[in-house]
């Protein structure tokens, strides 16, 4: 069973910049894409950011607007998510995503594997 674990959240004052990471262990020795996505109480998952296996291609939701970059390394087993320019309204959990296709890991049905989130809060 594929397991993914965020670290690296916080919290952090409007305009900080934190970088969040996500490990994968066991399962499948298939190529996976990563994803970000994230989750206010009582609002719907919304994607934040995809990347595929190779690390060529990336996909942002539309909120992104420059400040995030989504990044693996080079063992292509931990997936980073680079914040800039925090504000108040990034304040959500952050979950690592991962499925077969960047395709099926932007969308919360189609994700295969989750983590179990890092909590971000931008203060004011």
């Known amino acids: 069973q594929v397991q993914l674990e965020e670290s690296g959240g916080g919290l952090v004052q409007a305009g900080a910049s934190l970088r969040l990471t996500c490990a994968v262990s066991?399962?499948?020795?298939?190529?996976?894409?990563m994803g970000w996505f994230r989750q206010e109480p009582g609002k719907d998952r919304e994607f934040v950011a995809g990347?595929?296996?190779?690390?060529?291609?990336?996909y942002y939701g539309d909120f992104v607007k420059g400040r995030f970059t989504i990044s693996r390394g080079d063992a292509k087993n931990t997936v980073y998510l680079q914040m800039n320019n925090l504000q108040p309204e990034d304040t959500a959990v952050y979950y690592c995503?991962?499925?077969?296709?960047?395709?099926?890991?932007?969308?919360?049905?189609?994700?295969?594997?989750w983590g179990q989130g890092t909590q971000v809060t931008v203060s004011s």
């Open positions: 995503a991962a499925s077969n296709l960047l395709h099926r890991v932007v969308k919360v049905a189609t994700t295969d594997y």
């Open positions: 066991g399962g499948t020795n298939d190529p996976l894409a």
């Open positions: 990347i595929n296996w190779t690390g060529i291609s990336t």
